[in-house]
């Protein structure tokens, strides 16, 4: 079963008015899950876009929802101590009776930790912390009390890297994620990820494939092109661009159209194994488009 889940990107002026919203629809409206990344700062140059920090959004989503996974896609192992990260991500799994689902990455945004005084090393070292992090954290869970209501946490490992991404979520994740809609990588890393879970023994269908990607929805032409400029108003790389030019930008990386021809595009997608498809909702005041999705999109891929 294909399955729908919303991905929120905190950094673009979400504030705890529009997070507790999103949290009640995303839960409320029968999305597989719900997510958010953990930045510090717009990465869209935007500086005086509110920021809501991850784990404390997280803890509050652990309250204000009732059935909906949740989890940061992805939280840096150069943010926190991979021990206090344990202990805090054991905290918001036990808070959700065991609705948390563990995103962890090595880290990529070299500015942000400048900004903001974190140790950024080199590419190799941020991987060899992730790797060690991520043992420290199943430690502290099997040792230190109290434990999380799922124990260990399954992790959510994105990426396309051949010589350690994929290995690595072949030993220890739960969820591989490809965060772009690109039918030949996505092809081409699943096969190399079940390859690399068979090298150790492990079943591939035991691995959740989802996508990220973004979408622009409505019912007619109209709203398409309303909400193609709402788009527009938040994503840096399409500001300054007409309705039009953001529709023909964004179609052949994104899922654009009415809810019958979306859940077309997600068909023939999840034809190549895609189990989940994580949808960026940049424009964060726009319940309608959710309401349409959860209506009409995922009845029709489920």
């Not at 399955?3 to 929120?8: E, S, V």
């Not at 903001?116 to 420290?136: M, Q, V």
Request: glycine share 8%.
């Amino acid at each position: 079963m294909t399955q729908i889940g919303i991905m929120i990107e905190g950094q673009e002026g979400l504030t705890w008015e529009r997070w507790r919203r999103i949290c009640h629809d995303a839960d409320t409206l029968g999305f597989a899950s719900l997510r958010r990344s953990d930045h510090l700062i717009s990465l869209a140059g935007q500086s005086d876009r509110d920021c809501v920090e991850c784990w404390t959004s997280l803890a509050l989503a652990a309250e204000w929802t009732t059935r909906i996974e949740f989890g940061p896609m992805v939280t840096p192992m150069t943010f926190r101590l991979p021990a206090v990260l344990a202990k805090i991500a054991a905290a918001v799994d036990s808070l959700s009776g065991g609705r948390l689902l563990l995103g962890v990455g090595a880290g990529w945004n070299e500015n942000e930790h400048k900004i903001f005084d974190i140790p950024f090393y080199t590419e190799r070292e941020r991987f060899d912390r992730l790797e060690g992090g991520i043992k420290t954290m199943r430690d502290v869970w099997s040792e230190t009390y109290p434990k999380p209501a799922r124990d260990p946490i399954p992790l959510l490992i994105g990426g396309k890297g051949m010589k350690r991404t994929l290995p690595l979520a072949a030993r220890e994740a739960s969820e591989w994620n490809l965060s772009r809609l690109d039918t030949e990588t996505f092809r081409q890393r699943s096969a190399a990820l079940d390859q690399a879970c068979r090298d150790i023994g492990r079943d591939p269908s035991t691995i959740k494939r989802s996508v990220m990607t973004t979408y622009i929805i409505g019912r007619d032409q109209g709203e398409l092109r309303e909400r193609a400029l709402k788009l527009g108003e938040v994503m840096g790389s399409l500001r300054g661009l007409d309705a039009e030019q953001v529709l023909e930008t964004m179609r052949p990386r994104a899922f654009v159209g009415t809810p019958e021809e979306i859940a077309e595009q997600m068909r023939e997608h999840a034809n190549l194994g895609v189990d989940l498809f994580m949808l960026q909702h940049f424009a964060l005041d726009d319940s309608d488009a959710l309401q349409l999705l959860a209506k009409e999109v995922i009845p029709a891929v489920a």
